[in-house]
T-cell receptor
């Protein structure tokens, strides 16, 4: 398996534009997580899905952020409109799990977003 | 509120000595704890984990200790090697997976 695949690796966009980040989880994994890496808060959980259903989106910072998982092999994180303070590295991760089985999550290489 | 905290942003250790990284959590519902290692420009990679029913798990040079009464876990690396230099994140799981802020470990030759 190729692991968790994120695209694009780098994205530079102008303030106000829509940005879509993409993630392909590891085949067979039923949990998917979106994180944002910041200096202050480390890896900040934005949203997580279990069996394609959003379970907890309390970490999504504002209504400008939305995430979807239309099927078990694809998820998107969208920011509309984007702002300079959204600039960060965004990670997607997947795992087997949900209680009672807890396992480690595997991360993609991240998307470095720069909003100018 | 930060449910998982790593209070030391950085740690410097001499090669061959022990590295001890600490982590505190607040939610007693967490039942699985993990440590990840991250190099620049890469995603975090899983290192070692421990279930809440245990108090120690060992894998080679890496040992994780869990003190449930204190809601504290630690990662020991013995002996430390220069290649261990990275950012280490602790994480806690109870369904969702919550990470701390990370500790940057520097192992000097």
């Amino acid at each position: 398996d190729a692991g968790v695949i994120q695209s694009p690796r780098h994205e530079v966009t102008e303030m106000g534009q829509e940005v879509t980040l993409r993630c392909k989880p590891i085949s067979g994994h039923n949990s998917l997580f979106w994180y944002r890496q910041t200096m202050m808060r480390g890896l900040e959980l934005l949203i997580y899905f279990n069996n394609n259903v959003p379970i907890d989106d309390s970490g999504m910072p504002e209504d400008r952020f939305s995430a979807k998982m239309p099927n078990a092999s694809f998820s998107t994180l969208k920011i509309q409109p984007s702002e300079p303070r959204d600039s960060a590295v965004y990670f997607c991760a997947s795992s087997l799990g949900g209680r009672p089985m807890n396992t480690e999550a595997f991360f993609g290489q991240g998307t470095r977003l720069t909003v100018v | 509120d930060q449910q998982v905290k790593q209070n030391s942003p950085s740690l410097s250790v001499q090669e061959g000595r022990i590295s001890i990284l600490n982590c505190d959590y607040t939610n007693s519902m967490f039942d699985y704890f993990l440590w990840y290692k991250k190099y620049p420009a890469e995603g975090p990679t899983f290192l070692i984990s421990i279930s809440s029913i245990k108090d120690k798990n060992e894998d080679g040079r890496f040992t994780v200790f869990l003190n449930k009464s204190a809601k504290h876990l630690s990662l020991h690396i013995v002996p430390s090697q220069p290649g261990d230099s990275a950012v280490y994140f602790c994480a806690a799981r109870g369904g969702k997976l919550i990470f701390g802020q990370g500790t940057e470990l520097s192992v000097k030759p």
